[in-house]
């Protein structure tokens, strides 16, 4: 089973989360998602290098991820997702 969610930029983080419904879950290096692009879902690996955010398309074609972006996203439900926290420190 997946789970349908939007990958979007937070601004005030400086970090890719993941919104299912009402909840937003971490991004983490290496974690798989197929990412929608033009009606089409594609494997993906999520990656960070030197603070360039991209995806690795069926472990071929690399993009960067574009800030203002948001991408459709479907997460395997045996990927362990992390609540993202707004924490005060």
């Not at 937003?24 to 929608?36: C, S």
């Not at 991209?54 to 997460?75: G, N, Q």
Request: glycine share 6%; net charge negative.
């Amino acid at each position: 089973m997946r789970r349908e969610g939007v990958m979007v930029f937070n601004e005030i983080e400086r970090a890719w989360r993941i919104r299912i419904g009402d909840e937003f879950y971490e991004t983490l290096p290496g974690m798989n998602l197929e990412i929608g692009i033009q009606h089409r879902y594609y494997e993906a690996c999520f990656e960070i290098d030197y603070g360039d955010w991209f995806v690795t398309l069926e472990d071929d074609v690399d993009f960067s991820l574009r800030l203002v972006e948001e991408y459709k996203v479907l997460i395997s439900e045996e990927e362990e997702l992390i609540p993202a926290f707004d924490l005060p420190f």
